[in-house]
């Protein structure tokens, strides 16, 4: 197991890091940071080390994307880095099961399950978000759903809403196991309700940058969530299995190596074949960040 620890590169080209505070989750640590090229990284988890850690992954897969973007589809393929060269890997061949497994469900061809509550209460999902929201100035509820695939992996759903089930937010988790899968999603949902900061100082006038993207998808989640997020329950049995090892499961697909710096952490492309290009027709997608 090949480990790179040598991460002082990557901090470098940090601008003016800081540590958001959610008034929606307040107690998950959240870390930002623009590079040197202007993309913003950010890493979310439940204690600051886990977010810095994921803050320089972000970065060096923005490090890495400079110098191939052509060839990189963020709508289809899977991106990730690690310092252990194998979880680069892994985590790549994931983010792009997760990419086909969403696409296909929001076009339709896949069925959401929610998630029923006591199997969260048992998995630590509820505390998990419980605890990231103690403290929270603006109530959000989130609910969690289970993807029907065909794919050797679980792809959860997390939506958050307001008290009046408006100005809805969607993330997403994958993983061989539903637990760790739901987590992904729980903590994605809630760095991505960062977006609403901006969309209610626009609202109130209070902020002139272009939000129309951002409102442009939570309008487009509302009117898809009677489709999309039925009551069908998901069956816990379901929710239980544990998949193999990718390796040996996934579909075709290729691994590329994007490392820009042998000095710094392992990135890692993966491209599952017969994916749509989105360059070449931009398909529907529900992803907020791109």
């Known amino acids: 197991m090949q480990i790179i620890t040598s991460d002082m590169n990557l901090k470098t080209v940090w601008r003016s890091p800081i540590w958001p505070d959610s008034i929606y989750a307040p107690s998950l640590a959240i870390l930002q940071s623009q590079t040197l090229s202007g993309r913003t990284a950010s890493g979310a988890d439940a204690t600051r080390d886990i977010a810095f850690e994921k803050c320089l992954s972000e970065t060096a897969e923005i490090l890495a994307l400079e110098d191939v973007l052509p060839e990189f589809d963020p709508i289809t393929d899977g991106l990730a880095a690690h310092p252990d060269v194998t979880l680069a890997q892994h985590n790549a061949m994931l983010e792009a099961l997760q990419r086909k497994a969403v696409l296909s469900w929001w076009r339709g061809n896949g069925l959401a399950k929610k998630i029923p509550a006591n199997w969260l209460d048992d998995h630590q999902i509820t505390s998990f978000v419980k605890k990231a929201r103690t403290g929270a100035t603006a109530f959000r509820d ?14 959860v759903v997390a939506c958050s809403a307001n008290r009046m089930g408006q100005d809805m937010i969607l993330g997403f988790g994958t993983a061989t196991q539903a637990q760790a899968a739901a987590r992904l999603a729980a903590t994605e949902v809630m760095l991505m309700e960062l977006n609403l900061y901006t969309v209610m100082a626009a609202r109130g006038g209070r902020d002139t940058s272009d939000q129309d993207r951002i409102e442009a998808k939570i309008r487009e989640y ?8 039925p009551s ?59």
């Open 142 to 155: 989130t609910q969690f759903w289970h993807l029907t695939s065909p794919l050797p992996c679980h792809c």
């Open 222 to 229: 509302a009117a898809r969530r009677g489709a999309l997020l």
């Open 232 to 290: 069908i329950p998901a069956d816990p049995a379901d929710l239980n299995t544990s998949h193999g090892a990718l390796s040996s499961t996934m579909p075709p697909h290729t691994l590329t190596d994007l490392t820009a710096d042998p000095a710094s952490r392992p990135v890692w492309l993966c491209k599952i074949d017969g994916m749509p290009s989105s360059k070449v027709a931009p398909p529907d997608h529900p992803f907020m960040a791109q």
